[in-house]
């Protein structure tokens, strides 16, 4: 399609894609052109809308008929020719499609769906090691390396950096895996925080302030995550980064109809379902595809009900990465608990070599903190050690040799 349009450098990014072949149309045919994300109503037509923003004046119409024609779905991003609205309309109209994800609209049909894939264990690595002194990231491929199709859930008390790691994560895929596609999911987070986020990561930001309805909270949510299986459906890799998953699952404690039961804290059995429903969806598809959610999750805030909604989840992910309030009051970063961080079959993501070394890292942590009266000490002399090599692989190989002094 791209070089159909003449373009002749294909982007990276399907937006970026998007963008170049509105360009192209707009020049060659002086006919106005837009594009949106799809939001389909209960009659069966929809509107085109801007990420990120409510409905308004300039959404554009899409008819039933082209739903159909093409087998457009819920999230799905739609570009191609518009006309303004004529008298008595409030929208701009859709006339022709274009591109439907970034491929042509007549493949968009023969699409499977994303619940007819066969989900498997996450086998290929996503690298996040970028430089020396990034730690976090560096420290995420040793003891809790995320694969493509991960369920990966970041526990972390108040204050302990969960949010700076996301973006360092983020940072870490833009750099080595630039073809995966990051979408991030903002949930009552602070205006600031969204603010910073969508200027530091290259990718879409969906995001509600904590200042905004309980439902825009939900309707957020369920918008990045019918992007990304749409995505997904074209053969993409994508990475959803959210934050966080207790305030998504308050928000739908809030916003569902009570069922009458009530669990410890507060929380209604019903409210749990749809964001076990957002970090279910995180697979590896065997036919093409993967959707990785690497979402946090708040402990030890003084709530019961978000240690309840922590319990809840505890089990569903197969990797966690714990954060350490006792390291980030020391100001040690990362502060993350390495003893309690892992992987579920880690071997499908790491060479045997570097298997049994992150092996002898843990048992050498443990016997330093048994032989320590500082619970801290023994992170603190992997970080100290880390910091003075280059690269994962040039550390893994020093423990197995005796520290100079």
């Not at 072949?21 to 045919?29: C, D, I, K, N, R």
């Not at 009659?43 to 085109?48: K, M």
């Not at 073809?179 to 991030?184: G, L, P, R, S, W």
């Not at 970063?333 to 992987?343: L, N």
Request: hydrophobic fraction near 35%; glycine fraction near 8%; proline fraction near 5%.
């Amino acid at each position: 399609m791209a070089i159909d349009k003449g373009i002749k450098r294909v982007p990276t990014q399907r937006t970026e894609l998007v963008l170049e072949v509105l360009a192209s149309v707009a020049e060659t045919t002086d006919q106005l052109v837009g594009a949106g994300i799809l939001d389909l109503l209960g009659d069966g037509y929809g509107f085109l809308r801007t990420p990120g923003k409510r409905g308004g004046t300039e959404d554009i119409y899409v008819s039933q008929s082209q739903v159909r024609r093409f087998g457009l779905r819920q999230g799905d991003m739609v570009a191609g020719q518009v006309r303004p609205p004529t008298e008595g309309e409030k929208y701009f109209g859709l006339i022709l499609v274009e591109l439907v994800n970034g491929y042509d609209p007549e493949s968009a049909a023969k699409r499977p769906k994303f619940d007819q894939f066969t989900s498997v264990y996450p086998n290929d690595q996503i690298k996040l090691e970028t430089t020396p002194k990034q730690m976090s990231t560096r420290m995420i491929d040793m003891v809790a390396p995320v694969g493509k199709g991960q369920r990966a859930l970041i526990v972390a008390p108040p204050k302990a950096g969960k949010t700076m790691l996301l973006k360092q994560i983020a940072a870490g895929i833009t750099e080595n895996h630039p073809e995966i596609y990051i979408i991030v999911s903002l949930i009552g987070e602070r205006p600031e925080e969204v603010t910073d986020m969508r200027r530091t990561i290259k990718g879409e930001v969906f995001s509600s302030t904590f200042d905004e309805p309980i439902e825009d909270h939900c309707r957020t949510a369920e918008v990045a995550l019918d992007r990304a299986r749409r995505l997904v459906e074209s053969g993409e890799n994508v990475v959803v980064l959210l934050d966080s998953l207790t305030r998504l699952a308050r928000a739908y404690n809030l916003s569902v109809p009570s069922s009458g039961k009530t669990l410890s804290g507060g929380m209604d059995p019903n409210a749990l379902y749809p964001p076990k429903h957002f970090f279910g969806a995180a697979r590896n598809c065997e036919e093409a595809g993967s959707l990785t959610i690497i979402a946090t999750a708040l402990i030890d805030t003084g709530s019961r009900l978000d240690d309840l909604i922590y319990e809840e989840f505890k089990g569903t992910g197969n990797m966690e990465l714990h954060l350490d309030r006792r390291m980030a009051e020391r100001r040690l970063w990362p502060a993350i608990d390495i003893e309690r961080s892992g992987t579920r079959h880690e071997e499908l993501l790491q060479d045997d070599a570097t298997l049994k070394q992150v092996w002898l890292l843990r048992r050498m942590m443990g016997i330093i903190g048994q032989d320590s009266n500082s619970p801290t000490e023994a992170a603190e002399r992997i970080l100290e050690r880390m910091s003075r090599t280059q690269t994962n692989e040039e550390f893994l190989g020093s423990i197995t040799k005796p520290e100079k002094v």
